[in-house]
């Protein structure tokens, strides 16, 4: 059995079917205006960005320049900014800065919690 989008609502504690409204907004038109987005992915620490590096085994913007609706992204972080992100209270910003999609979200504290563990 392979696990869907509702299984990991409820694992992340989300209420059933909370992605439900947003389900029509990667729809293929939206996509095709996003393509490249693997290219404009970053995290923001203390003013420093770290550029996302999109996994070359995977197809994340089709041929014909349609965005995947899933991206595969590692971000090479150096021993510094690793110190950084672990600061308990560090301001760590996720963003977009793609042509026809910009967006910035500063990672709640549990969120940089558990995301630092992954560094150990």
């Given at each position: 059995m392979k696990p869907d989008l509702r299984d990991a609502e409820r694992l992340q504690g989300f209420r059933a079917d909370w992605t439900k409204p947003a389900e029509g907004v990667a729809s293929a038109s939206v996509l095709a205006r996003l393509g490249g987005?693997?290219?404009?992915?970053?995290?923001?620490?203390a003013g420093e960005r770290i550029r996302g590096e999109p996994d070359p085994t995977r197809e994340n913007t089709s041929p014909e320049g349609k965005a995947s609706s899933v991206q595969f992204l590692r971000f090479p972080f150096t021993d510094d900014q690793i110190a950084r992100f672990r600061t308990a209270g560090a301001?760590?910003?996720?963003?977009?800065?793609h042509p026809n999609y910009g967006h910035m979200a500063v990672l709640p504290e549990p969120v940089r919690v558990a995301l630092a563990e992954d560094f150990d």
């Open positions: 987005i693997e290219d404009h992915v970053f995290l923001e620490i301001q760590v910003i996720a963003g977009f800065d």
